[in-house]
């Protein structure tokens, strides 16, 4: 339109039936836009709404053993540590050590070690392990992000075709 008296500006906008928006006030003269200003709230609101949607929210999730671990019991944790890290969560492993076994902290360190060795397919060593009291940290991040194994579990058909084998019996004849 070029450059306009504000009155002018604001007769044009009502005659239309929009609203006369102020976009650029520190100019010299200021810019103003003829628009909708109600639907381009709603629109900005849809964006932000949108946007808050698509985040990924980090959960840490922790998983404790004992020095003295059974090998299944250790083994089931190490399943439900798989399960956190194929979900995109990072994993924070605590070895607790009670009465004499404070003095051998090298005990946790190698079973932290050897849990880290086992799901590297899954994660990887986000902070080494370390002695903080009378427990042992270490955290573990995902291979995949959240927003990654979102997106595969969306694009997995939602049916899965099964195909069984036929039992065959053979009779013994003596």
């Known amino acids: 339109m070029g450059i306009v008296e504000t ?3 604001l007769a044009m906008a009502e005659e239309v039936g929009l609203d006369l928006v102020e ?3 520190d100019a010299k003269p200021p810019v103003c836009k003829i628009m909708d200003f109600g639907k381009y709230k709603y629109e900005i609101a849809q964006k932000a709404r949108e946007a808050r949607a698509n985040q990924t929210h980090i959960v840490v999730k922790e998983i404790r053993f004992g020095l003295k671990i ?3 019991d250790y083994e089931t944790k ?3 540590i798989e399960r956190f890290l194929k979900g995109g969560d990072k994993v924070k492993v605590t070895v607790q050590f009670k009465g ?3 003095t051998r902290p090298e005990m946790g360190y190698r079973l932290l070690m050897k849990l880290s060795e086992e799901i590297v397919e ?3 060593v986000e902070f080494a392990p370390k002695k903080e009291g009378k427990s042992m940290t270490m955290v573990l991040g995902p291979v995949l992000k959240k927003s990654q194994v979102s ?3 969306a694009s997995k058909p939602a049916a899965v075709e099964v195909q ?3 039992e065959t019996t053979e009779e013994v004849v003596s």
């Open 7 to 9: 009155s002018q500006a």
């Open 23 to 25: 976009i650029s006030p």
């Open 70 to 72: 059974e090998p299944h």
């Open 78 to 80: 190490k399943a439900h």
């Open 100 to 102: 004499r076994e404070q």
């Open 122 to 124: 899954f994660g990887f």
């Open 151 to 153: 997106k595969k579990a």
């Open 164 to 166: 069984v084998a036929e």
